[in-house]
């Protein structure tokens, strides 16, 4: 395990049966509460592109935003929220993912990004990967470019990234 993601590892805890029984939580409020493992996580995820600008970070509903607007801050961009059905106000574009049982939808803003845009895509946790594929579909309905999408937690168990096989993927710490 590389240094930092053995450090960052020490403010990540388990929580057991969160949400539900036989469930292991990822809880990483530790490391937002802790400004130097917050913001050394920042600077992991933004690193490539202070030199190789993208035109926007989008933040996945709720934590991404958490990260991705620490990120767009840092590397001097915008931020794309893309939310849960019915909560962005203007005209939208939708997606829909597989859960466990059942499916679940993202929206994003149909004039969020222009064609050949570059997009950063940011969240905190990848899991089955259901997420950041619908997120890359609506990324691409409007015509950006995904640079990379960047995750804090990576659940290798759980084979996200099968998912996303034509995506550039980057994940701090993995379980």
Same mark, same amino acid.
């Given at each position: !395990?590389? +240094?930092?993601?053995?450090?960052?590892?020490?403010?990540?805890? =388990?929580?057991? @049966?969160?949400?539900?029984?036989?469930?292991?939580?990822? =809880?990483?409020?530790?490391?937002?509460?802790?400004?130097?493992?917050?913001?050394?996580?920042?600077?992991? !995820?933004?690193?490539?592109?202070?030199?190789?600008?993208? $035109?926007?970070?989008?933040?996945?509903?709720?934590?991404?935003?958490?990260? *991705? *607007?620490?990120?767009?801050?840092?590397?001097?961009?915008?931020?794309?929220?893309?939310? &849960?059905?019915?909560?962005?106000?203007?005209?939208?574009?939708?997606?829909?993912?597989?859960? +466990?049982?059942?499916? @679940?939808?993202?929206?994003?803003?149909?004039?969020?990004? &222009?064609?050949?845009? &570059?997009?950063?895509?940011? $969240? =905190?946790? !990848?899991? #089955?990967?259901? #997420?950041?594929?619908? #997120?890359?579909?609506?990324?691409? +309905?409007?015509?950006?470019?995904?640079? +990379?999408?960047?995750?804090?937690?990576?659940?290798?168990?759980?084979?996200?990234? $099968?998912?996303?096989? @034509?995506?550039?993927?980057? #994940?701090?710490?993995?379980?």
């Amino acid at each position: !395990m590389p +240094e930092l993601e053995q450090e960052l590892n020490k403010f990540i805890r =388990d929580i057991p @049966d969160f949400p539900k029984p036989g469930v292991i939580f990822k =809880d990483i409020t530790p490391l937002l509460q802790n400004a130097d493992a917050f913001c050394k996580a920042i600077e992991w !995820m933004t690193e490539p592109y202070l030199q190789n600008p993208v $035109d926007y970070v989008l933040g996945v509903e709720s934590r991404g935003f958490v990260f *991705a *607007a620490a990120a767009a801050y840092r590397l001097k961009t915008g931020i794309i929220p893309v939310r &849960k059905p019915g909560k962005l106000p203007w005209k939208t574009l939708e997606a829909s993912y597989a859960l +466990e049982y059942g499916t @679940d939808r993202l929206q994003i803003h149909q004039d969020a990004i &222009k064609p050949g845009q &570059k997009v950063l895509i940011v $969240d =905190d946790v !990848m899991a #089955t990967g259901g #997420t950041a594929a619908a #997120t890359a579909k609506l990324v691409r +309905e409007l015509g950006g470019d995904i640079v +990379e999408a960047c995750f804090l937690i990576e659940l290798d168990f759980l084979h996200g990234r $099968d998912k996303l096989k @034509d995506i550039p993927l980057r #994940t701090l710490v993995h379980y």
